[in-house]
């Protein structure tokens, strides 16, 4: 008996690994009705699907949220695409779901999808073909129903943007039989027209509502347009071919008008900005020239004729200034070398000690008599003293070592 005992785990292992080999459970469709549905802040959708006889439990992970295109809410009727499969801590089976949509649609989704892939082999849905939006438009085309708040959401944001917009609206039936026609033949009026940007969409809806925008005819009118067209359809998590095969898809009408028409008050607040850039770049352009102005004027002032005249004069003049006060200064050493020199000159003039009582004398022919042999007897003399001269003659002549004796000269 004990070797029949097993571990929780193991038959919880066990039993998921009978699910993971049954196909059919690996991809199956589950129509009910949705209760305790939480949106965990993960980004996973836990919910329950119910009958009349039993629950079920569902998860759809925040990887697979791409296959659900509106918000889950209690009391929805749905039908959940996924696997089934075994949550092993727990033991307990639940529906792993991959794609959502409302009870009815399901076959409209298949064939959106199978259109989708078609049109997109056929390369409708190529960037290279995308037209760019204008940024500046004059007149703005619209292809909607002409009443409901699509139409109204358009005109007042865009009025609201640019006042000076034209916006040409085209009434067509946005849903029922009529709507493909009416769409297509809104899209070329307004191409003949000329506007500048167009604007194909209505408000949100269910899938059946919005299926006229899904139709092949309307994308290819949308694809042929050589005006660039904006999609608008539905709420933002609405997705249909048009939103495809336009040159831009919009989220809502309300983001489709934000996004054709510019804001005339910001593009005026950005010419202000250029406005005022551009004055200040001249301003401090117009400085600098006048500064370089002024200092051209300076320099051709200094390089003038009469500058540099002046210039040169005022040089001179200093030259000569300072030519005169060395030419002062050199006379007033000169004149106090000569001063020293008359005072040495003084002190050895010869008249300096005839004043002092000595005498000069010399011969006949001039010459200093400094020698009592240089005279003879009878010779005649001239004695220079102090205020004339004497003429003398030459009595007796006396050496010193002879004793004087009385004589006259």
Not at 171 to 194: C, D, T
Not at 283 to 289: D, N, P, Y
Not at 321 to 347: D, P, S, V
């Amino acid at each position: 008996m004990r070797q029949n005992v097993y571990t929780v785990a193991q038959i919880n292992s066990y039993i998921k690994n009978m699910f993971t080999q049954d196909y059919m459970l690996r991809s199956v469709f589950v129509k009910g009705e949705v209760s305790n549905c939480k949106y965990h802040s993960s980004g996973h959708i836990y919910f329950t699907l119910k009958d009349a006889k039993g629950v079920i439990a569902c998860v759809m992970f925040a990887g697979s949220r791409t296959g659900l295109s509106f918000r889950l809410e209690e009391g929805q009727m749905v039908v959940v695409g996924g696997a089934i499969d075994v949550y092993e801590r727990d033991g307990k089976y639940q529906l792993y779901a991959k794609q959502i949509v409302l009870d009815g649609a399901g076959v409209l989704y298949e064939k959106f999808d199978r259109m989708k892939r078609r049109l997109e082999e056929m390369g409708m849905f190529a960037p290279e073909y995308k037209q760019p939006i204008p940024r500046y438009i004059r007149t703005l085309g619209v292809v909607t129903a002409p009443t409901g708040a699509a139409v109204r959401d358009i005109i007042n944001i865009a009025t609201r943007r640019n006042p000076y917009v034209q916006i040409i609206v085209y009434p067509a039936i946005v849903q029922g039989e009529q709507a493909v026609p009416s769409i297509i033949n809104g899209i070329r009026a307004l191409e003949h027209l000329g506007v500048d940007v167009m604007i194909v969409g209505r408000g949100g809806g269910s899938i059946e509502d919005l299926w006229a925008f899904n139709e092949e005819a309307v994308a290819q009118a949308v694809f042929d347009c050589q005006i660039p067209v904006i999609s608008a359809v539905g709420h933002e998590t609405d997705t249909t071919i048009t939103d495809f095969v336009a040159d831009l898809r919009a989220p809502t009408p309300s983001a489709a008008a934000e996004l054709a028409v510019y804001d005339y008050a910001q593009l005026m607040e950005r010419f202000a900005v250029y406005q005022s850039t551009l004055n200040h770049a001249m301003q401090t352009q117009l400085r600098k020239q006048q500064n370089r102005l002024e200092g051209q004027k300076l320099r051709l002032k200094y390089l003038s004729p009469v500058s540099q005249i002046q210039q040169k004069r005022t040089y001179c003049m200093d030259l000569e200034g300072r030519l005169t006060g060395q030419m002062n200064r050199a006379l007033t050493k000169q004149r106090h070398r000569m001063a020293l020199y008359a005072e040495k000159l003084k002190g050895l003039s010869p008249l300096e000690k005839l004043s002092q009582g000595y005498a000069y004398v010399e011969g006949a022919d001039h010459k200093v008599i400094n020698d009592v042999h240089k005279v003879r007897p009878g010779d005649l003399l001239r004695i220079y003293v102090k205020n004339g001269t004497i003429q003398a003659k030459v009595n007796q002549i006396v050496s010193p070592n002879e004793r004087a004796g009385e004589g006259n000269i």
